[in-house]
């Protein structure tokens, strides 16, 4: 965990646990300078990192379905300048769950998370990025309508699928900034997500995951990509 500092700069919202805490693990081995958020404010693996990296990484809390501690968390850091912003948010339902049967308010917990709260953090962090950076979100490959052909998780898809729309509008309104925008599908990996019955390690996916993204540094405009750099039909 003590590579040669890098220069480079990560904002990474949702990092406490799961693919979130891989990503932070990663961009610290690899030398970044790394402000991670948690939701709430507690004890994680994230805290293990701390006295292993070499002052490398700062912890932040912000909970991003409440918009004032977003607001909050971008006033706190509006010195600085970021290389990459990566939102990392993700709720599930039951999987066996159908639109004929989901609670209104699972329907909205779902959505909200998935889709709502990770574009209203871009749309109020988006600043801290530098002109030839990159900002990022974990999208799913379930998140493609086109590659539905089994209708399950259809809530989850259905968020995820919002989500890419969202960003399909920030990036034609935001036509020319030369930024990087990416829409990532990490596959399916064994978290408490994911479930154990995963196909992928979260050691297969995330370190391919972060060279894609690193490959498309300096690209303008919007892809969706899934870990090993392939483009996701929308």
């Not at 994680?44 to 292993?52: F, I, R, T, W, Y």
Request: glycine fraction near 8%.
């Amino acid at each position: 965990m003590s590579p040669p500092s890098s220069n480079k700069q990560l904002l990474l919202i949702g990092a406490s646990r799961g693919l979130g805490f891989a990503l932070a693990k990663e961009y610290l081995r690899r030398g970044w300078h790394v402000v991670a958020t948690e939701r709430v404010r507690a004890t994680s693996q994230l805290h293990d990192l701390l006295e292993a990296c070499g002052g490398r990484l700062e912890i932040e809390t912000v909970d991003i379905t409440h918009p004032d501690q977003v607001a909050a968390l971008r006033a706190r850091l509006a010195p600085r300048e970021f290389d990459l912003l990566f939102v990392n948010a993700g709720v599930t339902n039951n999987e066996r769950e159908t639109i004929a049967d989901v609670s209104t308010d699972e329907f909205i917990r779902v959505m909200v998370t998935n889709a709502l709260s990770p574009m209203r953090a871009v749309e109020a962090l988006q600043d801290l990025v530098c002109p030839s950076g990159t900002i990022g979100i974990m999208s799913s490959g379930q998140g493609s309508i086109a590659n539905n052909v089994n209708g399950n998780h259809e809530v989850y898809r259905g968020s995820k699928a919002a989500l890419n729309m969202l960003m399909r509008s920030f990036a034609a309104r935001h036509a020319d900034d030369p930024r990087t925008l990416l829409l990532m599908a990490p596959g399916w990996v064994r978290t408490d997500l994911g479930g154990p019955k995963a196909r992928l390690s979260v050691e297969e996916s995330i370190p391919n995951l972060v060279n894609t993204m690193d490959a498309q540094a300096g690209r303008a405009g919007l892809q969706y990509l899934d870990y090993l750099g392939r483009t996701v039909p929308w």
